[in-house]
């Protein structure tokens, strides 16, 4: 094993542009989800990557920079993560897949999980964790008008709906980031227990048990 001395002359080995920038996004993501946005500071990155505060403006222009380019990463990496999982062949496959698919991002992708359902001071260009799901919802809806029409009921109601799920499995989500019992397959399925036997059950033009 050489010396201290030794180990010290060594000549540092330079990293490309992409890969610097990599980096930062890494050490900007593990600290977003750490500490939050307001709390994490440009020279606090720049201290765990490394390397001088100008370094992070010349990549990002700051933590504004740096902040946008990790929310707009993990917003693609969820979307892509559901959709990808929506294969099934009918409408309660599909909402199993998608409650299975959000709970398996928690759990492999806590970082970023944590980081998308802060609100976000910084505008990007994907928007925001709510607009997000509204994009899922958007999805879901789409599944939702189909069944309703062959079921006599309002498809008109369908968007309503999907919001309505869409939340309850997001709520469920952040509950489930902090607590992680039970297991991800069973929350899943109390989820869809919930979820699909309700919308099993609709009646057409339901009244709230106070107005009778």
Same mark, same amino acid.
């Given at each position: 094993? $050489?010396?201290?001395?030794?180990?010290?002359?060594? @000549?540092?080995?330079?990293?490309? #542009?992409?890969?610097?920038?990599?980096?930062?996004?890494?050490?900007?993501?593990?600290?977003?989800?750490?500490? #939050?946005?307001?709390?994490?500071?440009?020279?606090?990155?720049?201290?765990?990557?490394?390397?001088? *505060?100008?370094?992070?403006?010349?990549? &990002?222009?700051?933590?504004? #920079?740096?902040?946008?380019?990790?929310?707009?990463?993990?917003?693609?990496?969820?979307?892509?993560?559901?959709?990808?999982?929506?294969?099934?062949?009918?409408?309660?496959?599909?909402?199993?897949?998608? /409650?299975?698919?959000?709970?398996?991002?928690?759990?492999?992708?806590?970082?970023? &999980?944590?980081?998308?359902?802060?609100?976000?001071?910084?505008?990007?260009?994907?928007?925001?964790?709510?607009?997000?799901?509204?994009?899922?919802?958007?999805?879901?809806?789409?599944?939702?008008?189909?069944? &309703?029409?062959?079921?006599?009921? %309002? @498809? *008109?109601? /369908?968007?309503?709906?999907?919001?309505?799920?869409? $939340?309850?499995?997001?709520?469920? #989500?952040?509950?489930?980031?902090?607590?992680?019992?039970?297991?991800?397959?069973?929350?899943?399925?109390?989820?869809? %227990?919930? $979820?699909? %036997?309700?919308?099993? $059950?609709?009646?057409?033009?339901?009244?709230?048990?106070?107005?009778?």
């Amino acid at each position: 094993m $050489g010396t201290v001395t030794d180990r010290q002359s060594r @000549p540092r080995v330079r990293m490309t #542009g992409k890969e610097r920038r990599e980096q930062l996004l890494d050490v900007g993501r593990a600290l977003f989800a750490e500490r #939050g946005f307001e709390a994490t500071s440009t020279e606090e990155i720049a201290t765990r990557a490394g390397v001088s *505060k100008p370094v992070v403006y010349e990549h &990002f222009g700051g933590k504004e #920079g740096l902040y946008a380019v990790v929310v707009d990463r993990e917003m693609r990496n969820l979307t892509d993560a559901i959709t990808s999982a929506l294969t099934g062949s009918n409408p309660r496959a599909l909402v199993e897949q998608a /409650a299975l698919a959000l709970l398996t991002y928690i759990e492999e992708q806590t970082d970023g &999980f944590r980081i998308l359902v802060r609100d976000s001071p910084v505008a990007t260009s994907t928007g925001t964790f709510s607009s997000l799901l509204n994009d899922i919802a958007s999805q879901v809806e789409y599944i939702l008008v189909r069944e &309703f029409s062959a079921r006599k009921l %309002n @498809p *008109k109601l /369908a968007g309503m709906y999907a919001q309505m799920l869409v $939340g309850m499995v997001a709520l469920t #989500g952040q509950w489930w980031l902090e607590v992680r019992k039970p297991r991800r397959e069973e929350v899943a399925a109390h989820l869809v %227990n919930l $979820g699909w %036997n309700g919308l099993r $059950g609709l009646e057409a033009k339901p009244r709230l048990s106070l107005d009778t």
